[in-house]
């Protein structure tokens, strides 16, 4: 079956540092992967997506990297801010599925 | 657009009781789901739907029931609540193609004492 894990459960950074989230997965058949951010108290929130054609894709401050070879994808926060602590998930999406499955999620915390 | 809306926001059960957790979604999205967050983990799929009139399980359905009458609305029924019930309840929706990022609720932050 599809698992999706993520290599580190807490991360600290520096402000202006940039960050670096993994996220591994098993199933070789995912071809869709989001990540999502849930700040303390609220539901996860959608960053960024990347379709398994691809292998990088930037959004603002943002990266994705997908390595389909090793099934691993990660994203890249460029110079963190306080604002960007929270919990990190990726989900995966294996084709002919619509339903996504999620990651344990990696703590990020940022240090002024 | 208020996205999706899940009521109540908290709540505290006494083991045995029932409840139903409310979620509303107005952005006309096929695909609704429901998902436990315990503490330190990821998400868990309880039930899914892709349209009205149609539901099925995910990876931890037992202790809970959906249904799913209209569009809009995706309420999940906890009979017979059980401590191993206490969790934080995130419901979903997704585009009607199903492939694109979900959208959350704020949660409902369920204790079962």
């Known amino acids: 079956g599809e698992s999706v894990g993520l290599h580190l459960p807490t991360l600290s950074v520096q402000e202006g540092d940039n960050s670096i989230i993994n996220c591994a997965y098993s199933?070789?058949?995912?071809?869709?992967f989001i990540w999502y951010k849930q700040e303390s108290g609220k539901g996860p929130q959608f960053i960024i997506d990347i379709r398994s054609n691809m292998d990088k894709r930037q959004g603002q401050r943002v990266t994705v990297l997908l390595n389909k070879t090793v099934k691993h994808l990660s994203l890249q926060i460029a110079a963190t801010q306080p604002g960007d602590s929270a919990v990190y998930f990726c989900?995966?999406?294996?084709?002919?599925?619509?339903?996504?499955?999620f990651g344990r999620g990696t703590s990020l915390i940022v240090h002024p | 657009n208020a996205g999706v809306t899940q009521t109540p926001k908290f709540r505290i059960l006494k083991i045995g009781q029932s409840m139903t957790l409310q979620c509303a979604q107005d952005m006309n999205h096929n695909y609704m789901y429901w998902y436990r967050q315990d503490p330190g983990m990821g998400l868990k799929l309880i039930y899914y739907s892709v349209g009205a009139g149609i539901t099925d399980k995910g990876e931890v359905p037992n202790g809970y029931n959906v249904s799913r009458s209209t569009t809009e609305d995706f309420p999940l029924r906890l009979e017979l609540a059980a401590p191993s019930q206490t969790s934080v309840y995130f419901c979903?929706?997704?585009?009607?193609?199903?492939?694109?990022?979900?959208?959350f609720g704020q949660g409902t932050r369920l204790t079962v004492v």
């Open positions: 199933n070789s058949a995912s071809d869709y």
């Open positions: 989900a995966s999406r294996a084709g002919g599925s619509y339903i996504p499955t």
């Open positions: 979903a929706s997704s585009y009607p193609a199903g492939g694109a990022e979900a959208f």
